[in-house]
T-cell receptor, first 113, second 115 residues
């Protein structure tokens, strides 16, 4: 059973702070890792993808991957109230050419003004 | 352009009705997906189409019937649903899983209420 674990939160941070969201996964064969942002009542929006160990930065977002520890994280710098949402970690594992994602339950982030 | 469109946005149907959800993408993606999402839960995979062929059916009840008329379109036909089927139904697409392109892009979803 492939599992993706996230702290459900809520994670509360003040505006301007760094928000750190964490995710662990069970399948050592996993190769691709994604972070989705989902506002209440809306669909998930892909914000970061990471495929190799290390850091990947895109604007205020940094994804970090450590395959040895089976750990992936998302840092949001200079957090804004508009970042308040649920962040879903998703992990792809090879499956005979199909792309299936296993989602964590999501971490709710609350950024207070 | 990473747009996936879905219609209708909202749907209310009785348990004896037949309705269809539609999804369209014009990104040249070769895999399309249906997910069901209940409140405060992650998306739950229902079906995967790869190169217009049904590749995965996650043991979904037969009252849900998917169809992929062409590489850009995906339908989900609904019949004799139950109130517990009320949820947000999400369509997603990805470029080419056979080439390692696994990023999935979601449409806005259809909010379904079964009365």
């Amino acid at each position: 059973q492939k599992e993706v674990e996230q702290n459900s939160g809520p994670l509360s941070v003040p505006e301007g702070a760094i928000a750190s969201l964490n995710c662990t996964y069970s399948d050592r064969g996993s190769q691709s890792f994604f972070w989705y942002r989902q506002y209440s009542g809306k669909s998930p929006e892909l914000i970061m993808s990471i495929y190799s160990n290390g850091d990947k930065e895109d604007g205020r977002f940094t994804a970090q991957l450590n395959k040895a520890s089976q750990y992936v994280s998302l840092l949001i710098r200079d957090s804004q109230p508009s970042d308040s949402a649920t962040y879903l970690c998703a992990v792809n594992s090879p499956n005979s050419g199909y792309s299936t994602l296993t989602f964590g339950k999501g971490t709710m982030l609350l950024v207070s003004p | 352009d990473t747009e996936v469109t879905q219609t209708p946005k909202h749907l209310v149907m009785g348990m004896t009705n037949k309705k269809s959800l539609k999804c369209e993408q014009h990104m040249g993606h070769r895999a399309m997906y249906w997910y069901k999402q209940k409140a405060k839960k992650p998306p739950e995979l229902m079906f995967v189409y790869s190169y217009e062929k049904l590749s995965i059916n996650e043991s979904v009840p037969s009252r849900f019937s998917p169809e992929c008329p062409n590489s850009s379109l995906l339908n989900l036909h609904l019949h004799a649903l139950q109130p517990e089927d009320s949820a947000l139904y999400l369509c997603a697409s990805s470029q080419d899983p056979r080439q390692g392109a696994f990023e999935q892009y979601f449409g806005p979803g259809t909010r379904l209420t079964v009365t």
